[in-house]
């Protein structure tokens, strides 16, 4: 991670920690590094929060002033931009949007031209460039770049979506929370192409309302409301519908592990789980790996962040990956996360095995999680410290094959993530919270 790029390209308060300039200046080095040769095609997309317009506007500024010609999609999810990025041929696209993050946070995340985030040499050099604008002439006269409408986008992808997958999903009734964000332009139209009954909730964005006690960080609604109806699944994005998280008939969640079990099984039965692999992070949860393992399925684990698990299927060539949070990638079809393509994948393997959710996924014992944030002054002096690593060696020993302990930076804030997995809650609590306390008796919290 560097000064400004975290695990998810530039996040912050609006107009504080991400400001107007800043987008600015990103929008200059873009369009004049994206064109050397010719004037750079970049195309933006944003999701509904507040402040999306005015990132929106200043990059299309900073872009057009460096000799780029910016194209528009508007409301748009970030798989959409991503989608778009490759199949379009545009040399950059860029995504404004904090994902998961409450409407007073934005972002700026960057594509290259093959659908995948900007690698961290690019990265360097925006940031080197945020601090010194030097180097990059303004255009003048004809080499001025031009903004253009570019909604046709978002139909574009919509069409690709409807043509992945043979289904019917007639008589199937799905609830959707649209965390009013970039699924809410999106997400029923493909469903009731395929012929389901959709209804949804959390649906009205406002620009204030996104993730705000709705979509995949906040199930409460959802789960209440499949409880209560005749539903037979329900699915929660979060604000820019990269990531799903799944809600049975009984209202009970089947989150992002349990959804990659149903893949690689699905996979390997049909003889294309590439590398006979599922890749995940630290975060995904002990009986994930012992279920894969009962069907001689391999994991190969990686740091935090869809970015690294792309990274690790792009060099072994494997098929199926993500995040416990419900950022799954199915190299088969694309290397970007996509939460309604997500839960198009799970339809399509009910349908094809006539199982339901909980029939596809019900070997996976999940194991009992903890995971505590603690707000420090450091990381990095917390991360070094020696007596921390001795307590979180010995708990990690005590656990044994029966649990384990991770204890990480967060990327994007000042926090230590301590996670622990046993078999019972009182394990959990008691191991976490030795290395909570002993972090705050050394004098590291802020």
């Keep these: 991670m560097g000064k ?19 987008a600015f200046k990103v929008g200059r080095f873009i369009g004049d590094y994206y064109g050397k040769e010719k004037a750079a095609r970049i195309v933006i997309g944003k999701d509904t929060r507040l402040s999306s317009g005015m990132f929106e506007t200043a990059l299309a500024a900073g872009i057009s002033a460096s000799g780029g010609n910016v194209y528009l999609i508007g409301y748009c999810s970030t798989p ?11 040399d950059c696209g860029v995504m404004i949007s904090a994902s998961h993050n409450p409407f007073h946070d934005n972002g700026i995340k960057l594509f290259s031209k093959s659908g995948l985030k900007i690698q961290e040499d690019i990265e360097n050099l925006i940031e080197a460039y945020i601090d010194h604008p030097e180097g990059i002439a303004l255009k003048t006269a004809e080499k001025i770049g031009n903004v253009y409408n570019f909604s046709e986008g978002l139909n574009i992808y919509k069409n690709w979506l409807c043509g992945l997958y043979k289904m019917d999903l007639k008589g199937m009734k799905i ?47 959802l789960q209440e409301k499949m409880r209560e109806g005749n539903y037979d699944i329900g699915f929660a994005f979060d604000g820019d519908a990269d990531r799903v998280l799944t ?40 009986g994930l790996f012992k279920a894969l393992a009962k069907h ?10 869809d ?6 299927m792009v060099k072994n060539d494997y098929c199926i990956g993500g995040e416990q949070s419900g950022h799954i990638i199915n190299k088969h079809h694309c290397l970007f996360g996509d939460g309604l393509k997500t839960a198009l994948n799970l339809l399509y393997i ?15 014992i999940v194991y009992p999680q903890l995971l505590v944030n603690e707000k420090v002054k450091d990381k990095a002096i917390v991360l070094n410290d020696e007596e921390i690593q001795k307590l979180i060696a010995e708990i990690g020993k005590r656990l044994g094959d029966d649990g384990r302990i991770l204890v990480r930076p967060s990327g994007t804030e000042p926090l230590i993530r301590v996670m622990v997995e046993a078999k019972d809650e009182a394990t959990c609590q008691k191991e976490v919270y030795a290395v909570i306390d002993l972090i705050k008796a050394k004098g590291y919290s802020a």
């Design 4 to 22: 400004y790029f975290g695990t998810d390209g530039i996040r912050g308060n609006a107009n504080e920690k991400l400001t107007v300039d800043m």
């Design 80 to 90: 959409c931009l991503a989608y778009l990025t490759g199949s379009e041929d545009f």
């Design 175 to 221: 609830l959707l929370d649209l965390a009013n964000g970039s699924n809410c332009f999106t997400a029923v139209d493909v469903l009731r192409y395929y012929g389901a009954d959709v209804s949804t909730i959390n649906d009205h964005p406002d620009g204030i309302n996104i993730n705000t006690n709705c979509g995949s960080t906040h199930l409460e609604t």
């Design 247 to 286: 809600v049975d008939c009984h209202g009970e969640v089947v989150d992002g592990d349990k959804a990659m079990f149903a893949l690689g099984l699905f996979e390997k039965a049909n003889g294309s789980l590439n590398g006979n692999t599922v890749v995940t992070t630290v975060m995904s949860n002990i």
């Design 296 to 305: 001689d399925i391999n994991v190969e684990v990686t740091a935090v962040g």
């Design 307 to 312: 970015k690294n698990v792309v990274d690790a």
């Design 350 to 364: 009910m349908d094809k095995t006539g199982k339901n959710i909980n029939e596809l996924t019900d070997e996976l």
